[in-house]
């Protein structure tokens, strides 16, 4: 069985980049009156504790959402017109930008800032970052913007996660609207298309864990636009000097492509992925330095958003100076 919790790894840097796309989807998702289906194919536990064991080992929410909170939150910024109006930003090495820390924020990492504060009513009253202590998921971030008729179904094979998941679920009281399966989410996916309203988002988020995910995500997102070619398809991946994670947004450009399909592809880097050596001479592991959200079929929004949001985790979460992002579309 696999060895990867996101318990260890919640509110990272990575989860920052996921969750802000993440919510800025599901707001734009939505706004219209046709029912959304919404299928997370690799679903974790759906909540997490920061003060909680896993987190505090791994320590990567400090580097990550706990960086948010350092910096003086102003109210607002809305996206400067200049910014909206760019056509396409192609950066081929990631674009160092630095704006004052004290700037607002930009809409959408404000999104993401009031979703931890309505779910942390003290960190909302105080401000105080030691009041994060509850952190969602992406089951409960999709969950937070359905309205009656949208349905959310939830893939999670990990036995304890699958576990978790139910549990927290349930507590929601949503009954038959959020369903959750102890399935493989690749396998599945396909059973689920086309949605019965023709809308539907799906995130594939996996724990690349086994070598063979990549191409799993490749070949099971090019099924998906065969099947239903409208829905919008997010996929998280890592940035790692590794030829399959390489390789894997490059398949999903040319697949989107040729299937005359829109895409975006965002990076964040938040460090050099160059081993180091401690003061021992010991080798030092960076841990992920970087991450990807590539979305097919993404809303005219988005690339907006983004945008605007990318130079702003990158001035707050960069730790060297090889921090920076990408942001490109096509189609
Ligand atoms: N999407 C979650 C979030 O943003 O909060 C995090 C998911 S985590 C990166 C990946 C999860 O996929 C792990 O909990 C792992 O147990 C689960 N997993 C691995 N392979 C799977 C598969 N084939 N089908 C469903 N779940 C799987």
């Keep these: 069985m696999f060895s990867y919790r996101h318990a260890f790894h919640a509110g990272n840097h990575a989860d920052v980049l996921k969750h ?15 029912a959304l289906t919404v299928i997370d194919t690799h679903a974790g536990a759906g909540l997490y504790r920061l003060d909680g064991d896993y987190t505090e080992t791994s ?10 909170f350092s910096m003086p939150n102003k109210a607002i910024a809305p996206v400067p017109s200049a910014q909206a109006a760019i056509k396409t930003i192609a950066t081929r090495k990631p674009t160092s ?8 924020l930009a809409p959408a990492l404000q999104d993401y800032v009031d979703l931890l504060h309505r779910l942390n009513p003290q960190l ?8 994060l202590k509850i952190y ?7 969950q937070q913007f359905l309205s009656g008729r949208d349905k959310l179904k939830l893939f999670e094979l990990h036995p304890t996660d699958f576990k978790s998941l139910t549990g927290n679920i349930a507590q929601l009281g949503v009954g038959r609207q959020v369903s959750v399966t102890c399935e493989d989410g690749f396998e599945v996916l396909k059973t689920f298309l086309p949605p019965p309203a023709r809308r539907a988002m799906v995130l594939c988020d996996p724990s690349y864990e086994i070598k063979t995910d990549y191409a799993r995500v490749a070949a099971c997102m090019a099924d998906a636009v065969k099947r239903f070619a409208t829905g919008t398809y997010v996929v998280w991946y890592p940035v790692i000097p590794r030829p399959e994670a390489h390789d894997l947004p490059r398949k999903l450009k040319t697949m989107a492509t040729k299937a005359g399909r829109s895409w975006l592809n965002a990076t964040l880097t938040v460090k050099s992925s160059k081993l180091t050596t401690d003061d021992a001479g010991d080798v030092v592991r960076p841990g992920l330095p970087a991450s990807g959200m590539f979305v097919i079929n993404p809303p005219h929004t988005l690339k907006a958003e983004l ?20 942001l490109e579309h096509g189609g």
């Design 20 to 34: 802000t796309t993440l919510i800025a989807l599901m707001k734009y998702l939505t706004q219209k009156d046709t």
């Design 136 to 142: 969602p998921g992406s089951p409960f971030i999709e």
């Design 307 to 326: 945008q605007a949001a990318l130079p702003q985790m990158v001035a707050r979460l960069g730790q060297d100076r090889n921090a920076g992002f990408t």
């Design 124 to 131: 909302a009253e105080s401000g105080d970052a030691a009041h």
């Design 97 to 104: 930008s630095k704006p004052p820390v004290n700037e607002a």
């Design 59 to 68: 320590g990567e929410a400090q580097h990550g959402v706990f960086r948010l």
